[in-house]
């Protein structure tokens, strides 16, 4: 059984900051790709950034220049910076490892 479990969302205003982290736990070994997906209300799922096994990440082009994706293997735990934030930010955020786990989810607000 693997958990991924997300933290560090919560209320911002327009401009700031958030760094949100994904503890992985469990049945769990070697390096996966893995990614931030975040669903708006009322909209589909989206994908917000992704990091190879191989250490190579991409991502939306809505968060280029404000949101960096990381990892630290040691830790299990993946990290998204986010600079910059927007209203049109808010959703809930959630981290998955491709194609087989997925958490929660965690709640990012960005007032404006």
């Known amino acids: 059984q693997v958990q991924l479990v997300e933290s560090g969302g919560g209320l911002v205003q327009a401009g700031g900051s958030l760094r949100l982290s994904c503890l992985a736990s469990?049945?769990?070994?070697?390096?996966?790709?893995m990614g931030w997906y975040r669903q708006a209300p009322g909209q589909q799922r989206e994908l917000v950034a992704v990091?190879?096994?191989?250490?190579?990440?991409n991502s939306a082009e809505s968060v280029k220049g404000r949101f960096t994706i990381s990892r630290d293997n040691a830790k299990k735990t993946l990290y998204l910076q986010m600079n910059s934030l927007k209203p049109e930010d808010t959703a809930v955020y959630s981290c998955?490892?491709?194609?087989?786990?997925w958490g929660k989810g965690t709640l990012v607000t960005v007032s404006s």
């Open positions: 990091m190879s096994s191989g250490g190579t990440t």
């Open positions: 998955a490892i491709i194609g087989r786990y």
């Open positions: 469990g049945s769990i070994s070697g390096i996966y790709a």
